[in-house]
């Protein structure tokens, strides 16, 4: 699973497909863009939706 922030991220999503790896894609949180999308994007609870849907743990993004 990858999570591609930003435009020149989401490029490598075929490359990424190719491998059979799951992609999320998200507006870039920089400073500059966050309030263009990536507020709302939800791409940490994506990803532990997409773990727990292919029997993972999900991840505790929580900082310590």
């Known amino acids: 699973m ?3 922030w930003g435009r ?3 490029t490598l ?3 990424l497909a190719a491998g059979n790896c ?3 894609e ?3 949180p920089s400073p500059l863009s966050a309030s ?3 507020f709302g994007s939800r791409p940490f609870s994506r990803a532990n939706e ?3 849907g292919m029997g993972a743990e999900p991840i ?3 900082l310590p």
């Open 2 to 4: 990858a999570i591609l």
């Open 60 to 62: 505790d993004w929580r």
């Open 26 to 28: 998200s507006p870039h």
């Open 22 to 24: 799951v992609a999320i």
């Open 8 to 10: 020149d991220a989401s």
């Open 50 to 52: 997409l773990l727990v």
């Open 36 to 38: 263009r999308g990536f």
């Open 13 to 15: 999503k075929p490359m």
